[in-house]
């Protein structure tokens, strides 16, 4: 059994754009599906959509997006916060990532947001990860 789904829900976009692949197959929980939503809102993926195939197991097939060349919007996937080692930030830390070409994936009490959504409510969170 997996103990982290958001690090393997990582992974397996990471290794898909790699591979040049069209979709990918995630394991489903509501985190996974919160960052599938920060990821299409910031136009990291093109599309995501919950595929319930058996009642007790649902799945997220994820539509991976790639520019004009054909290499993959995302430069770089990376976990923050670990089951070993939780990593919190207030708001004032979470102003810019890369000089705002990057985002932060917080979970916060207002759901999971991206860094400048989290920024403009003045709320922080768990750093769960980053993306540019």
Not at 18 to 33: D, F, I, P
Not at 39 to 63: C, G, H, N, R
């Amino acid at each position: 059994m997996m103990n982290d789904l958001i690090a393997d829900a990582l992974t397996r976009i990471r290794n898909a754009s790699m591979r040049k692949l069209e979709v990918t197959t995630l394991v489903h929980s509501n985190t996974v599906e919160a960052v599938c939503n920060v990821l299409k809102e910031k136009e990291y993926i093109e599309d995501y959509k919950v595929v319930d195939t058996d009642p007790q197991k649902k799945t997220i097939s994820v539509t991976l997006k790639y520019d004009d060349s054909d290499k993959s919007v995302i430069n770089e996937l990376k976990r923050l916060s670990k089951s070993g080692r939780r990593v919190y930030k207030n708001a004032s830390e979470l102003k810019s990532f890369k000089n705002g070409y990057g985002t932060i994936i917080v979970s916060t009490n207002k759901g999971v947001i991206s860094n400048d959504e989290a920024y403009k409510q003045n709320v922080g969170g768990e750093v769960l990860c980053s993306v540019w």
